[in-house]
């Protein structure tokens, strides 16, 4: 049986601006999520936002997968904290909305892609 890439259409929403650009981390485990070794990364920008809310389209082949968006509002590719160590910048995971302080575990926000079946992710930032 032949593995073919399925299409995943992540749906963003919460954008609190149009400035900068959202990353989205594919991660496989929880061991490269804790140690931030993605699989993939994408460089989205916030050009066809509306309102808000961003839709992207990707593949992956399948397989289980969690994915964290950072969303970048300087562009200077990583999350910037206040004084007290608090995010400056929205963050959000697949189909999960993070209500605690502390990082997500990876099964928290992972789903599993199969062949044949078309996907939907939906994503809502965060601000602390």
Do not use: W
């Amino acid at each position: 049986m032949h593995l073919s890439a399925q299409n995943i259409e992540v749906l963003i929403t919460g954008m609190r601006s149009e400035k900068g650009k959202i990353q989205l981390k594919v991660y496989k485990d929880d061991k490269s999520f804790q140690s931030d070794q993605h699989f993939k990364v994408y460089q989205i920008p916030k050009t066809e936002s509306r309102n808000g809310q961003l839709i992207y389209k990707l593949t992956l082949p399948p397989g289980i997968y969690g994915m964290a968006l950072l969303d970048d509002e300087n562009a200077d590719d990583e999350m910037n904290y206040n004084f007290v160590g608090f995010p400056k910048e929205g963050f959000g995971f697949s189909n999960f909305y993070l209500t605690a302080m502390a990082k997500p575990k990876f099964e928290a926000f992972q789903f599993r892609v199969q062949s044949g079946t078309q996907y939907k992710v939906n994503m809502k930032i965060k601000y602390m």
